[in-house]
């Protein structure tokens, strides 16, 4: 059986495994007999990866199939520090998977430059899980917190992706909810009304926040850099999910 190496972000760790990614993400969100749900996201890692932070060779000796033929989900090498330590050119995929088991990868892409004025909401999902609101891009952002910190605050690599605000970020104090899913309305707003491009440019919304968001709310993608290197991974229209990953999608708004 092929063995595959996983890094998830949810919870952070380097996993050796002999699923699929597909079978992967279901086994990860939802566990052997459906009792639990939660949404599981992970990169693919070059099977051919190492580096002497991690004990990939022992890891992967001990993913072995069961003494009845059927495959191993999954040996833990890592859950400390894993990040910092991949680069992110030994990733492949990123996988999307549902609370319902159901999985969307994606490629990476090209960062598309700034849609135009207007404000941003980053969710970090490694090494830590802070909201943020934002004046700055994602490239500008991840710069501040990692080779360029305007602050004390700084991360040898980070995973973040940009969520949707609608008309708050044009309108922070008046703009319309629409559809926005966020439990935190009247708090978001205050955050947002403290962020000036000239001044305060990133506010801090919650330290720490729960890694389940809504993947309808994902704005142009995924954001994944170690030091120097940042890669992003789009994420496709709502029409082209509809269209094209209609089972996915629909497991997503369940």
Not at 7 to 14: G, N, Q, R, T, V
Not at 170 to 191: C, K, M, Q, V, W
Request: proline share 7%; net charge negative; aromatic share 12%.
């Amino acid at each position: 059986m092929t063995m595959h190496l996983y890094f998830s972000l949810i919870p952070e760790a380097l996993i050796a495994s002999m699923l699929t990614p597909e079978q992967f993400g279901q086994y990860y969100a939802t566990g052997h007999k459906y009792k639990s749900k939660g949404q599981a996201i992970f990169f693919e890692v070059d099977p051919a990866f190492r580096h002497e932070f991690f004990n990939i060779d022992e890891g992967l000796t001990r993913c072995t199939a069961h003494p009845d033929g059927t495959p191993k989900n999954s040996v833990y090498i890592s859950v400390y520090r894993v990040l910092e330590h991949i680069p992110v050119s030994a990733l492949g995929k990123l996988y999307l998977t549902t609370a319902y088991g159901h999985t969307l990868g994606l490629e990476p892409g090209k960062i598309t430059p700034r849609e135009g004025p207007g404000l941003h909401m980053y969710q970090d999902l490694a090494p830590v899980n802070s909201l943020v609101v934002s004046a700055l891009d994602a490239v500008d952002y991840y710069t501040g917190v990692t080779e360029q910190p305007a602050k004390f605050i700084r991360f040898p690599g980070l995973c973040f992706v940009e969520l949707g605000l609608g008309a708050l970020a044009t309108d922070p104090e008046n703009g319309a909810l629409g559809d926005l899913p966020y439990s935190f309305i009247h708090h978001l707003r205050e955050a947002l009304l403290e962020v000036d491009p000239n001044s305060k440019q990133s506010k801090l919304v919650h330290r720490v926040h729960s890694l389940e968001f809504p993947y309808r709310m994902v704005k142009r993608g995924f954001y994944m850099g170690n030091g120097p290197d940042l890669a992003f991974y789009p994420m496709p229209s709502h029409e082209v999910l509809r269209r094209e990953h209609n089972q996915w999608w629909r497991s997503a708004n369940l």
